[in-house]
Structure formats: structure tokens, C-alpha cells
């Protein structure tokens, strides 16, 4: 059993940031790549960063620039470092991680979400 954890939600005006984390525990061999998507009301959950164990990333085009991913593999952690939030960043921010159970099991794992609104 895992479980991924994340904090660090809440309200903050256009401009602000925020720094999201997501801690993951368990049964952990090891962690493959870890991510955030969001989900806005009435839209898709997209993918908003990724990072591999080996630390390389990727980012959605809308927060390109804004946003920083990085992870801590001693504490099966990722953050999402939120800069110059804008109204439309205002969604339910979920992580997500593929562990390994085992030297050859995976499985892809979830967070609970955690909500960011940007309003002033």
C-alpha cells in the first residue's frame, strides 16, 4: 500500500505563488517519475509538470517560465513551485508517482488533491 500526501494549497492573489508538495509512503521500492495535473471545474485534468528520478522535466505550456517541479528522492517527495499565479491556475492540484513495489512491480499512484484558487 502507498499513499501520496500533498499540501500546501490554499487562496492567494493574482501574483502570489504557492509551493505545492507531495510526500509519498509506503511500500516503496523506488520511485520512477512523479507529476502534478490539475483539474479546473468544467475542464480536463491536464498535465501541469512532470520529473523523472533522474531529475529531467517537462512542463505544460501555460506554466512554462511560472512553475518549478523538483523532487527530494531521500524523502520520496516532489514540490510544484508556483510563481506569478494567474486566475487561471485556479484548479485542483493532484500528484501522481509510479513506484516501484518491488525490483519489477510498478504501479501508478494518486493524491487526494489539494485545492489553489487564485482570486484577489
Known amino acids: 500500500q502507498v499513499q501520496l500526501v500533498e499540501s500546501g494549497g490554499g487562496l492567494v492573489q493574482p501574483g502570489g505563488s504557492l509551493r505545492l508538495s507531495c510526500a509519498a509512503s509506503g511500500n516503496i521500492f523506488s520511485i520512477n517519475a512523479m507529476g502534478w495535473y490539475r483539474q479546473a471545474p468544467g475542464k480536463q485534468r491536464e498535465l501541469v509538470a512532470a520529473?523523472?528520478?533522474?531529475?529531467?522535466?517537462n512542463y505544460a505550456d501555460s506554466v512554462k517560465g511560472r512553475f518549478t517541479i523538483s523532487r527530494d528522492n531521500a524523502k520520496n517527495t516532489v514540490y510544484l513551485q508556483m510563481n506569478n499565479l494567474k486566475p487561471e491556475d485556479t484548479a485542483v492540484y493532484c500528484c501522481?508517482?509510479?513506484?516501484?513495489?518491488?525490483?519489477?512491480?510498478?504501479?501508478?499512484?494518486w493524491g487526494q488533491g489539494t485545492q489553489v484558487t487564485v482570486s484577489s
Open positions: 520529473i523523472t528520478s533522474g531529475g529531467s522535466t
Open positions: 501522481n508517482a509510479e513506484v516501484m513495489i518491488t525490483r519489477r512491480a510498478s504501479s501508478l499512484y
